[in-house]
């Protein structure tokens, strides 16, 4: 029988500068990630189990530890059954990656913020185009996969589409869209995050064999200063029950994140409590196959009247990446998962929208940096479809929401959302592109 898992929300509020690592490059120029990775918080607390280690000897060979009912860091790390996930800044939580799918103006990007005075115009919105893309990609293509099981009526023939097609365009002004970057605030209307301030300093290298200043070497350095700002990090934590309490004994309090720690940076509080409820997933996948037939009878137009379908003959799911998720199948590095990965043998992969991406880290109990790995980034989707009256599909999706896609889920990787309100709220609207 499975352990009972619980999910708690993590805040994390910044004292000091953040010197988030991993973008560190070959040039003169430091810069910082944008968002603490659930490795870093996974290794913060590892740092403060291994404080209270009662077998020094062993810190870096816990597995011969002879003192595991009192070791934390053993009761806590030895299974790899706790996943942190991203902790992302924002004004409020939960905050999340944009998905690939979203597009938004060329010339009046973003997102319009509620509480603010500007025109309309300043902010065209962000839209999703996954249900848009997949419907017109195949209604045009006869050889568009598994187009027969999803669409059956429609056979070999391409339909007779409205004049507008899809257009990579604003449909507001009618001018070049892209791909929207960033993050979001979820709900029935997308909010912003907020602006993470961002400040660089430059310094002055120091010559180790003389300790003093070293001449030509300058060099900036780029840090995330959220002080007297709305700002906060917010990120989710899924454990055993049973190893809750403990955990949350070494995850609450003050701890050292990042870079820099010797220099004042990197100071933050962290507090856990229960996670907000948002749409359960019965009602999000029942909103999903409700959007698709929408905005295929919006492709069809009057020829759905006659012998066209209106609505699909198979079911659709979509997984949308919170963070990279690493699949390898051995040690070979791939980015689409297969029904096997997902745990739903019957499902097959209509579309993908994602990109390679490189990580690496720092394993704090060995002190040695980790081997770098191929992951599939953040805000990846993937549109997935399973026969019409398949049994327990929702319980496996319910499942693999909480448990995640890939390897290193305990480091944060692999962690996506089944049915992001977002493909289904933020559909462009048709009227206003003709």
Not at 66 to 87: K, M, T, V
Request: glycine content about 8%.
């Amino acid at each position: 029988m499975t352990a009972r898992r619980l999910t708690n929300r993590i805040t994390i509020h910044a004292t000091t500068p953040l010197l988030l690592g991993e973008k560190s490059g070959m040039s003169n120029f430091e810069q910082s990630l944008d968002f603490i990775p659930g490795a870093t918080l996974r290794g913060a607390v590892a740092r403060r189990a291994l404080q209270h280690c009662t077998q020094p000897e062993y810190k870096n060979n816990h597995a011969a530890c002879p003192d595991r009912d009192r070791c934390p860091f053993w009761q806590l790390f030895s299974e790899d059954d706790i996943y942190f996930g991203n902790a992302y800044a924002g004004i409020s939580d939960p905050v999340s990656p944009l998905p690939l799918t979203a597009h938004t103006c060329k010339y009046y990007p973003g997102i319009p913020e509620a509480d603010s005075q500007r025109a309309r115009e300043d902010a065209h919105g962000v839209w999703d185009t996954l249900l848009e893309r997949l419907i017109h990609e195949a209604l045009v293509d006869p050889q568009f996969p598994r187009r027969a099981e999803i669409l059956p009526e429609l056979g070999e023939r391409i339909p007779k589409l409205p004049a507008w097609a899809y257009k990579e365009t604003c449909p507001n002004c009618g001018k070049t869209a892209q791909p929207a970057d960033g993050y979001y605030i979820p709900g029935t209307l997308l909010a912003p995050a907020g602006h993470v301030p961002i400040s660089r300093r430059m310094h002055v290298g120091i010559n180790r064999a003389r300790f003093a200043a070293e001449d030509s070497l300058l060099f900036a350095q780029e840090s995330l200063d959220t002080r007297g700002t709305r700002i906060n990090f917010f990120a989710q934590v899924s454990a055993p029950e049973a190893k809750l309490e403990l955990l949350n004994q070494y995850l609450n309090g003050s701890h050292a994140l990042g870079r820099g720690r010797s220099r004042g940076y990197g100071m933050v509080e962290i507090a856990t409590s229960a996670p907000r409820q948002g749409q359960d997933l019965s009602t999000r996948f029942a909103s999903l196959q409700m959007a698709g037939e929408q905005v295929l009878r919006a492709w069809l137009g009057e020829e759905k009247a006659a012998d066209s379908p209106g609505k699909f003959s198979a079911q659709l799911f979509s997984l949308t990446l919170t963070s990279p998720a690493i699949l390898e199948t051995f040690g070979s590095p791939y980015l689409l998962p297969t029904a096997r990965d997902i745990g739903i043998p019957e499902a097959f992969l209509l579309r993908a929208w994602t990109k390679p991406t490189v990580i690496s880290g720092w394993d704090v109990a060995a002190g040695l940096p980790r081997r770098t790995r191929q992951a599939a980034v953040a805000g990846s989707v993937f549109l997935f479809a399973v026969p019409v009256g398949l049994e327990d599909v929702l319980p496996r999706l319910a499942l693999l929401e909480e448990n995640g896609l890939g390897e290193e889920r305990a480091r944060g990787f692999g962690q996506l959302q089944v049915c992001a309100p977002i493909h289904f709220n933020s559909l462009r609207d048709f009227g206003r592109s003709l």
